[in-house]
């Protein structure tokens, strides 16, 4: 399994790319409602690239088109170099996925998760405790390593659920709403995560419906019904249409 | 092979730390074994039997001392009146009535086809086939003996008659205990909900809970995940199995014949059949209530078409066909051909196979169902 091809350490090619995920007239029906109709976009490689909708807009079911999930009814894509329809396996190794809903194993300890996922992404116990090592200082891992994840409060949690999927170093980092129900000060806290990623290179596809967040994004995506209404950075969206607020944007754009 | 193995660490973790999932596992079967070891017999003992004497004959007597002396029936006496006897059975007071009529010595000695009417609550019909049996018996040794005293009788040469004095010898259970066929039967429906339901269940919850999702953005292959989920509970259902018998054999003094290592091999070899249809049960439903059901539809199915209750000899032709398609019954026939008889893979290799292919099959298919994306 540890073949050099599932290390993302050796994904130069993908990283030479100048995007990071491209895709074009993305559609996905549920019988006859269009969940997500015609989109197109792309995402710049150490970007991050803000979905911003309102709920039921079709901002989860892009992503899970794009992590392999769910198969797209029409259109095309890449993410990290990869056909989004026919190469999806070979994407996996390449991403992180935190999903909207906390999914980390409520009965095992926070320690045993980062154990299991790293485990599963190909790395050995050294590997892990030096990635923890690594995190620690920006996720304080080690203090809750042994809690039982039940147990912790929800913005430790999603420390961990974020920590869990940026363990195996991926590229491309996919977010649904990672900061839901979290309080003001946590949810900055992990902006500021999401922004030393970026950084380092890590390509950021976030999903949210916060609009203070919209701010921390490079590049904003509004989506309504389906489709999306506007791409652009936040300042240039802001001069576009003459509003100083992402919210009130939003607001003209769904109401229009 | 090493990311099965985290997944299995993390499985077994799980289990263990389930309180509620031990009890399930550990301590309801063995309560299930006694409970139903006991419960569950054939033997039917202790039938009420109502006799209406309306001859009150020496003859007749004799014929109901002969009834009060089987061990298997009780004699209830009866009001002698005519139509007394409908309400004793109709308020299941008696299973079986005989009535003895007037004249009934009368007759005999006249050789006037002397007659007497037994009466069946035929409600369940097995109860009223067995006593109806018992009767019959006891009639006809009464009968032979009425005739052999008439013989004596008679001059010499018709002495020389003899009757046929059937002896016969029970094998592989002499004493016809139907605990021994029940305790190998228990185990097997035991291991068939451990391993099918359990599976089915712990896949459909993380379906539940999205950490089954999380799974499959992780570069693991669906065969992967799969191993992962059935190993550790094959491990369980071995356990299982050997703690069940265990208990069967020192609790129930079932005796084991056959080789213990072949009836592993075998008990392996249908642990893979069950836990491949748990594994094609979450591939058809969404939440742990849809698979409870559908577990709970083949398991019924399953024990009812296994020759564990009712045989299958009996069942017409077309069910007995689809009985060949059910594992449950190529593994109680394992089990009780290897407890009792101490039958060989020379005998059980048809069982075996049918179970291998029949386990092969479901995989293949419940793998191929097992996508990691959605349509």
């Known amino acids: 399994m540890g073949r050099s091809a599932e290390n993302p350490a050796a994904l130069g090619n993908a990283a030479a790319l100048p995007y990071a995920v491209t895709v074009?007239?993305?559609?996905?029906?549920?019988?006859?409602?269009?969940?997500?109709?015609?989109?197109?976009?792309?995402?710049?490689?150490?970007?991050?690239?803000?979905?911003?909708?309102?709920?039921?807009?079709?901002?989860?079911?892009?992503?899970?088109?794009?992590?392999?999930?769910?198969?797209p009814s029409s259109g095309s894509g890449r993410v990290g170099g990869y056909d989004i329809n026919r190469e999806q396996e070979k994407i996996k190794p390449r991403i992180g996925y935190m999903s909207q809903r906390f999914s980390l194993y409520d009965d095992l300890t926070a320690g045993e998760n980062l154990a299991f996922f790293g485990g599963v992404y190909g790395l050995n116990r050294d590997q892990v405790a030096g990635r923890i090592a690594e995190l620690d200082s920006a996720l304080l891992l080690s203090a809750i390593a042994d809690r039982m994840t039940a147990s912790l409060p929800l913005g430790f949690k999603q420390r961990l659920a974020l920590a869990c999927a940026i363990l195996h170093r991926p590229p491309i980092l996919f977010l649904d709403e990672p900061t839901g129900g979290v309080d003001p000060i946590a949810r900055r806290y992990f902006w500021d995560l999401i922004s030393a990623l970026a950084a380092d290179g890590t390509t950021v596809f976030v999903t949210t419906h916060y609009m203070e967040e919209a701010e921390y994004c490079h590049r904003l995506s509004i989506m309504y019904k389906g489709r999306i209404a506007e791409v652009d950075s936040p300042p240039a969206i802001k001069k576009k249409y003459r509003m100083t607020s992402i919210e009130d944007i939003f607001i003209h754009l769904v109401d229009r | 092979?090493?990311?099965?193995?985290?997944?299995?660490?993390?499985?077994?973790?799980?289990?263990?730390?389930?309180?509620?999932?031990?009890?399930?596992?550990?301590?309801?079967?063995?309560?299930?074994?006694?409970?139903?070891?006991?419960?569950?017999?054939?033997?039917?003992?202790?039938?009420?039997?109502?006799?209406?004497?309306?001859?009150?004959?020496?003859?007749?007597?004799?014929?109901?001392?002969?009834?009060?002396?089987?061990?298997?029936?009780?004699?209830?006496?009866?009001?002698?009146?005519?139509?007394?006897?409908?309400?004793?059975?109709?308020r299941g007071e008696a299973v079986v009535a005989l009535v003895i009529p007037m004249d009934f010595e009368r007759d005999l000695v006249n050789n006037a086809k002397p007659e007497i009417q037994i009466l069946i609550d035929g409600q369940n019909s097995n109860t009223g086939a067995v006593a109806l049996g018992y009767c019959n018996r006891i009639l006809l040794e009464f009968m032979q003996d009425v005739l052999e005293k008439r013989l004596i009788r008679t001059p010499a040469f018709a002495r020389s008659i003899q009757f046929i004095q059937p002896v016969s010898r029970v094998w592989y259970n002499p004493e016809l205990k139907s605990v021994y066929y029940m305790i190998p039967g228990i185990i097997s429906i035991l291991l068939t909900i451990i391993t099918?339901?359990?599976?089915?269940?712990?896949?459909?919850?993380?379906?539940?809970?999205?950490?089954?999702?999380?799974?499959?953005?992780?570069?693991?292959?669906?065969?992967?995940?799969?191993?992962?989920?059935?190993?550790?509970?094959?491990l369980l259902g071995l356990l299982e199995m050997a703690i069940a018998m265990t208990f069967g054999v020192l609790w129930f003094k079932v005796p084991i014949v056959g080789s213990i290592p072949l009836l592993a091999m075998l008990s392996a070899t249908y642990i893979l059949t069950s836990l491949g249809l748990?594994?094609?049960?979450?591939?058809?439903?969404?939440?742990?209530?849809?698979?409870?059901?559908?577990?709970?539809?083949?398991?019924?199915?399953?024990?009812?078409?296994?020759?564990?209750?009712?045989?299958?000899?009996?069942?017409?032709?077309?069910?007995?066909?689809?009985?060949?398609?059910?594992?449950?019954?190529?593994?109680?026939?394992?089990?009780?051909?290897?407890?009792?008889?101490?039958?060989?893979?020379?005998?059980?290799?048809?069982?075996?196979?049918?179970?291998?292919g029949m386990g092969a099959g479901i995989f293949i298919l419940a793998t191929l169902r097992f996508h990691k994306r959605t349509a």
Request: a neutral charge.
């Open chain 1, 24 to 71: 074009r007239g993305l559609t996905r029906r549920f019988g006859d409602f269009v969940a997500v109709d015609n989109i197109s976009f792309d995402v710049r490689q150490g970007e991050i690239f803000g979905f911003l909708g309102a709920n039921g807009a079709g901002k989860t079911t892009t992503i899970r088109m794009l992590i392999g999930l769910l198969k």
């Open chain 2, 1 to 90: 092979m090493n990311k099965i193995w985290y997944l299995v660490i993390k499985e077994l973790r799980q289990v263990m730390r389930d309180a509620n999932m031990l009890r399930v596992i550990f301590v309801v079967p063995l309560i299930q074994l006694v409970v139903l070891g006991y419960a569950i017999t054939t033997d039917i003992k202790n039938l009420d039997i109502l006799i209406c004497d309306f001859d009150g004959s020496s003859t007749s007597r004799e014929l109901i001392e002969r009834f009060s002396h089987n061990e298997y029936l009780t004699v209830r006496g009866a009001p002698c009146k005519p139509n007394a006897v409908e309400p004793h059975l109709f």
């Open chain 2, 196 to 234: 099918m339901l359990l599976t089915s269940l712990s896949i459909v919850k993380e379906k539940e809970i999205g950490t089954l999702a999380q799974l499959m953005v992780t570069p693991l292959t669906s065969a992967q995940v799969i191993a992962g989920k059935t190993i550790p509970f094959a």
């Open chain 2, 278 to 356: 748990g594994i094609f049960i979450s591939t058809l439903v969404d939440t742990q209530q849809q698979a409870l059901f559908m577990s709970w539809f083949f398991l019924v199915t399953f024990i009812l078409l296994s020759g564990f209750f009712y045989p299958i000899e009996n069942m017409p032709g077309w069910v007995q066909v689809i009985t060949y398609g059910n594992p449950l019954r190529y593994f109680i026939e394992i089990l009780r051909e290897l407890f009792l008889k101490g039958a060989g893979l020379s005998v059980l290799w048809g069982e075996l196979f049918s179970l291998l």
